[in-house]
């Protein structure tokens, strides 16, 4: 499980072998060995016996900010698989292989898209023409997506121009069923400028911070990417890696605005824009938690959404050195 701590104030110390929470409203413990990780998303109090416990059982504890993007993480100095894996990433991204890798990855979160419209139009009778439309508009561009052969020097912004293209359809898409009151124009982050935006940017920043951790435990540089270019302090692999996992928090906060889960109490107004408030978090968390810890088949045996994650990355690691 993930250890949430989203209330103002929290205090968070080590007892016995559980971590002990206090808030204003209560107190309560969890033991050590049923916990993941620990996100605090707000002004709160950790003791250093706390994060010495948590790194000693393999803990990351990962601070979020408003918007939900991880900002920092508190994790062990060991780095846990051989420094090749670093070394074979830097050589892979300038060949074809390199160039197979991102295509892929670009086709799972195509393929991911098409699915979960496919699965939307079911129950949208209704809206099934206009869906069916924006479902072609994206296997088209997938269909070009596969045609592209080359390294990614030639052919990266092939590559993120079809992406682009099949977001913009497929939030055009989302943004089209949402119930009247909740409809929205597209991406906005830092900040979102509607309550749909805000909830999934916050869902991608929980989701950022999974998709790093896989990559550190996996022996994965999460700053050399591939399709996403080096910059200064940018995670570049976990941008890349990331984008076949977005369909989560995709489905997680639809179902919420489709099943009359928000409100408009979840949400403060900021300039330019509005941020998730704890009410919004709680609902958020608690559902996107509840989704990744759904078992689904993976290689012949069902295992936890989140889990696929790690098993993904530790692929990608042993495929570079093979």
């Known amino acids: 499980m993930q250890l949430v701590i989203n209330s103002y104030g929290s205090f968070l110390k080590k007892n016995h072998n559980c971590f002990l929470v206090r808030n204003e409203d209560k107190v309560f413990e969890v033991s050590a060995d049923k916990v993941e990780s620990i996100l605090i998303a707000t002004s709160a109090t950790i003791t250093t016996d706390a994060v010495k416990f948590a790194v000693e059982n393999n803990i990351d504890i990962v601070f979020l900010d408003h918007s ?7 994790w062990h100095t060991k780095l846990g698989s051989t420094t090749l894996i670093r070394r074979r990433q830097l050589e892979v991204a300038e060949k074809k292989k390199g ?16 699915t979960f419209l496919k699965d939307l139009k079911k129950n949208r009778p209704e809206q099934k023409a206009e869906l069916e439309e924006f479902i072609a508009n ?5 269909a070009q997506l596969l045609e592209l052969d080359g390294t990614l020097e030639e052919k990266r912004g092939s590559v993120m121009g079809v992406e682009g293209m099949a977001s913009r359809h497929y939030f055009d898409a989302l943004g089209y069923i949402m119930p009247e009151k909740w409809k929205f124009n597209g991406r906005s982050r830092n900040p979102a400028v509607d309550a749909f935006n805000c909830m999934l940017n916050y869902g991608y920043g929980i989701l950022y911070s999974l998709v790093e951790k896989a990559c550190i435990i996996s022996g994965l540089d999460p700053y050399v990417g591939f399709l996403h270019t080096d910059n200064y302090n940018k995670k570049s692999l976990v941008f890349d890696i990331i984008e076949m996992y977005r369909i989560h928090a995709d489905r997680t906060v639809v179902n919420l605005f489709s099943t009359k889960q928000v409100h408009d109490e979840f949400f403060d107004s900021i300039p330019n824009g509005m941020s998730l408030n704890s009410n919004g978090k709680a609902v958020l968390i608690g559902a996107f938690n509840k989704a990744l810890d759904q078992s689904v088949e993976y290689d012949g045996r069902n295992i936890k959404i989140r889990d696929i994650i790690q098993h993904d990355c530790h692929k990608i690691a042993n495929g570079l050195i093979k």
């Open 99 to 114: 160039f197979r890798m991102v295509k892929k990855w670009t086709e799972v979160k195509l393929n991911n898209q098409i």
């Open 68 to 74: 939900g993007d991880p900002y920092g993480r508190i």
């Open 138 to 142: 994206i296997e088209k561009l997938q």
